[in-house]
């Protein structure tokens, strides 16, 4: 079973230009859950409302209730959008968002045409399933993706690679038309220059994409320019999103192989193949050469290499503020709640209250969630290298309250999961603001570690989501001048799901009225509803 959009998988493709208004009604046609939209990359300013967070920024939108989203894209890149309710992205319920430059201006590079990949991963299991597992004693977890999709095409029980290896374990597929498992064709002309956007809405692979034959120069993250630079692949975290350009100048009397395979966890899903086909070529003829081998999966090293390349281009990427105002040191591990496997941040499992916190705050509701700040850092004495001495932790639902317009330094902290010499890749990902990183490092973070940031010449790119490496830290720097209420969490979904996020809050006093069909459950439906009486939920 997957979740559609208008009967489509994945929803449809939007498209807009900066400086539109998007507006898009929700009708939820599931019959027994609730459902919301998160538009992934979208700052809406002004609008917090409008960010599709259930229990952060609005109520879920009830079975057989529509729900008009309205907001402005204010800057050019590529974007997606997806369910923020339970684990309905890895339900299937997204679909990519691109954003045009304004009329009459243009992209600081140059290209011919260009296609749009939304990189995805899929379960036989269901997202119910998955969730009942994620949630028991004992613990069963999701285990890997039996397919990565390209456009929610993909393979399974047989590999389109097959015929490159004949000691191959699957069957060969067909390139034939109408097959189940043909792949995504990109028709290309020779010598031309074309724009690939690439976005990754998987649930938990960390990918890594190449073009047989062909060397991409990367041109965008997450929405922001960057310095443009070539490499042969690009690493791709969850929540992540890049524009690279590529040139046709190979032989053009053959086709080549576009490969997604996974990173930073041991490989067992197939890669997934897309076929660059030069015209006038047929999509039919097999590349001669077989698809890119996807980098070692524990590389770390070359990773962290590709990451440290990102740099933000120069006169449109501003220098991040030479201090910060507040460091909130962020350790992210794996523990117990009575007998139950949970992600704790600072010893704290997230846990959503039923009143949408951005009503709560606006309307001074401080029965809706715990008032108690959530711990700023953790024990020096802490031991990242090791399972956790004392395995267990706490549930919460408190915020991290930060003072308006105040430049805040957030670091990272990675650190051993339940099993001894295990670490895993965390991509975080921050609603409503786009945050400098300033730099990677290996081990506990230090004091003194801030003269990692000073790289010379490096100029820290603007993103809103990055990737913490196993047993290291990532440190970012944001500047809270949104009024709202923000989520910041791991972009993996069962990772949130097992409490892996906090949310933080700025300058909600200075929002008009929340509109309160946003907030027609909880405490605030209460409010509304006039008698006392709790308003739908």
Request: charge should be negative; proline fraction near 8%.
């Amino acid at each position: 079973m997957v979740m559609g959009i208008n009967g489509e998988f994945p929803g449809p493709g939007l498209r807009a230009r900066v400086g539109d208004t998007l507006q898009v009604n929700v009708t939820n046609k599931l019959h027994t859950e609730g459902v919301v939209i998160h538009w992934h990359g979208i700052l809406q300013k002004g609008r917090p409302w409008a960010d599709g967070t259930a229990s952060i920024s609005q109520c879920a939108i009830a079975p057989g209730e529509t729900f008009l989203y309205s907001f402005t894209v204010d800057k050019a890149g590529t974007y997606f959008y997806h369910g923020h309710y339970g684990m309905q992205r890895s339900a299937g319920l997204y679909g990519s968002l691109i954003v045009d430059v304004a009329e009459g201006e243009k992209e600081p590079f140059e290209y011919d045409g260009e296609f749009n990949l939304l990189l995805s991963d899929w379960w036989h299991k269901s997202v119910h399933e998955q969730e009942v597992g994620l949630s028991s004693n004992p613990f069963r977890w999701i285990n890997e993706p039996q397919s990565l999709l390209i456009n929610g095409r993909g393979q399974y029980n047989c590999s389109l690679a097959s015929r490159y290896n004949s000691s191959a374990a699957l069957p060969e597929c067909s390139l034939g038309g109408g097959e189940q498992w043909a792949p995504n064709v990109l028709k290309v002309l020779p010598n031309k220059t074309y724009r690939l956007r690439i976005a990754s809405t998987t649930s938990l692979a960390s990918l890594n994409l190449a073009i047989g034959g062909h060397n991409v120069t990367v041109v965008e993250a997450d929405g922001n320019y960057v310095q443009p630079f070539s490499t042969t692949d690009v690493d791709i975290y969850s929540g992540e999103t890049y524009s690279v350009l590529f040139t046709t100048n190979q032989n053009p009397d053959e086709n080549y192989w576009i490969s997604v395979g996974v990173r930073g966890r041991l490989p067992q899903t197939p890669q997934a193949l897309a076929l660059v086909n030069y015209l006038p070529n047929h999509a039919s003829k097999f590349p001669t050469s077989p698809p890119p081998v996807t980098p070692q999966w524990d590389d770390y090293n070359r990773s962290k290499a590709f990451s440290n390349r990102i740099q933000g281009l120069e006169g449109t990427t501003p220098p991040p503020p030479a201090d910060y105002d507040r460091r909130i040191m962020l350790l992210n591990t794996q523990n117990t709640i009575d007998g139950l496997t949970v992600w704790a941040i600072n010893n704290v499992s997230l846990s959503f209250p039923p009143t949408p916190y951005l009503g709560a705050l606006k309307y001074g509701i401080k029965a809706a969630f715990d008032q108690t700040p959530p711990p700023d850092t953790f024990p020096d004495w802490y031991d990242i290298m090791s399972p956790p001495a004392n395995p267990n932790a706490t549930t919460g639902n408190a915020i991290y309250t930060l003072d308006f317009n105040s430049t805040v330094d957030v670091i990272l902290q990675n650190a051993n999961t339940l099993q001894p010499n295990d670490s895993e890749i965390h991509p975080w990902h921050m609603h409503g603001h786009n945050f400098w990183v300033l730099g990677y490092g290996d081990g506990k973070f230090q004091r003194g570690d801030e003269k990692l940031f000073e790289k010379a010449g490096r100029r820290p790119p603007l993103k809103n989501t990055a990737v913490i490496f196993p047993f290291g830290w990532t440190a970012l720097r944001f500047v809270a001048d949104n009024p709202g209420a923000w989520p910041f969490h791991c972009h993996i979904e069962p990772h949130l799901h097992m409490g892996m996020g906090v949310v933080i809050a700025e300058g909600v006093e200075f929002l008009a009225d929340v509109p309160r069909e946003t907030l027609s459950c909880g405490l605030t439906g209460m409010m509304f509803s006039g008698n006392g009486e709790e308003g739908h939920n």
